[in-house]
């Protein structure tokens, strides 16, 4: 089977949230209003694995794990080595925080895991803190040094919030120079109900404007490992590459070929809709098979929409839907 929806979008990739539980509490992440799903309601590692197979059987080949910060769950090493052995061939990497584990990086590299993605919005240790509500700006940066010294390929996501770390662009394009790292700056999305003002909207093309004044920069060439939603740009004289992801100001809704499930087993098409299909009761149900499931997922994937569609009803500081991103998973 392979999931293609009405528009002929062909789904291959899978983001797959373990936990909303996270160590850190950042400002566009966490709302006031916060609450953790309770825990009955997560999804075991028993019940992801057998979605993961089913999304292997269904053409998907690329598995983000996400969370909240999916290390900050316990067994996670296990869950990974588990998925490795049964999926040899399947892409996957990691969206982590990096705060806690620099020491696992060797048994990370043991499992097979060869790519990590690290949000890092800022190089300075005061703004860290006021964006993460903990001062572990050091730590993010020694697991960086440590995967890279391990062979494993560092992607870092940096929220671009205007006012926050607006004035770091140059600073993060020398580390981009230093370091043989995709730096990608994602354009800000306002989620849940409290969302923060259009005055922190920081455009990928104003950031690509404001680059150009501290590195001569080159559309990178499209190769098999660059073909997501960001522009990639190579840093002259540099080891590592500048990437611009603009979900607000420049869909690439026309060629999204992803799918969300949340850490409670809500499949979700769309970053920019509310709309879920409910997973965990057809799989804690034991009149309920994987072909219950195969049928679910088909069918909501044929009414994927175009977020941009959705982005363009929603108005002022209104999110860009109503959940906030630590229950979506990113």
């Known amino acids: 089977m392979v999931l293609t929806d009405k528009l002929g979008r062909s789904i291959s990739y899978l983001r797959l949230s373990?936990?909303?539980?996270?160590?850190?509490?950042c400002v566009y992440c966490v709302t006031k209003d916060f609450k953790f799903i309770p825990h009955p309601d997560i999804l075991r590692y028993e019940e992801m694995l057998r979605l993961i197979g089913l999304a292997?059987?269904?053409n998907i080949s690329k598995l983000r794990l996400t969370g909240g910060e999916p290390f900050a769950r316990r067994g996670f090493m296990d869950f990974i080595g588990e998925i490795m052995s049964r999926h040899e061939d399947i892409d996957l990497r990691i969206t982590t925080n990096g705060?806690?584990?620099?020491n696992v990086v060797p048994d990370l590299k043991k499992i097979?895991?060869?790519?990590?993605?690290?949000s890092l919005d800022t190089l300075n240790r005061q703004t860290f803190k006021e964006v993460t509500g903990k001062d572990h700006l050091n730590d993010v940066l020694a697991t960086i040094e440590s995967c890279l010294s391990a062979g494993i390929k560092i992607k870092i996501n940096a929220v671009a919030m205007k006012g926050t770390n607006d004035k770091e662009l140059g600073v993060f394009l020398d580390f981009a120079r230093k370091n043989p790292v995709d730096l990608r700056f994602i354009e800000f999305m306002p989620m849940g109900d409290d969302t923060q003002s259009d005055r922190q909207f920081w455009s990928a093309d104003d950031i690509l404007l404001q680059a150009?004044?501290?590195a001569n920069l080159i559309p990178a060439e499209r190769t098999p490992d660059n073909r997501g939603p960001a522009r990639m740009y190579t840093i002259e004289n540099g080891k590592g590459r500048l990437g611009l992801i603009s979900p607000v100001s420049s869909h690439f809704c026309g060629t999204c070929n992803r799918l969300r499930i949340t850490s409670d087993g809500q499949l979700r098409t769309c970053l920019f809709s509310d709309r879920t299909y409910n997973l965990r009761?057809?799989?804690?149900?034991?009149?309920?098979?994987?072909?219950?499931?195969l049928r679910v997922i088909?069918?909501?994937?044929?009414?994927?929409p175009l977020?941009?569609?959705?982005?363009?009803?929603?108005?002022?500081?209104?999110?860009v839907c109503t959940t906030q991103m630590s229950s979506i998973g990113g």
């Open 18 to 25: 373990v936990t909303d539980r996270c160590n850190l509490r």
């Open 56 to 58: 292997t059987s269904m």
């Open 99 to 102: 705060t806690t584990i620099k």
């Open 112 to 118: 097979g895991v060869r790519r990590l993605n690290i």
């Open 212 to 214: 150009k004044e501290f």
């Open 281 to 293: 009761n057809i799989l804690r149900n034991p009149k309920l098979g994987d072909d219950q499931l």
């Open 298 to 304: 088909a069918a909501a994937t044929r009414d994927k």
């Open 307 to 319: 977020g941009y569609h959705l982005l363009e009803s929603r108005s002022g500081n209104e999110g």
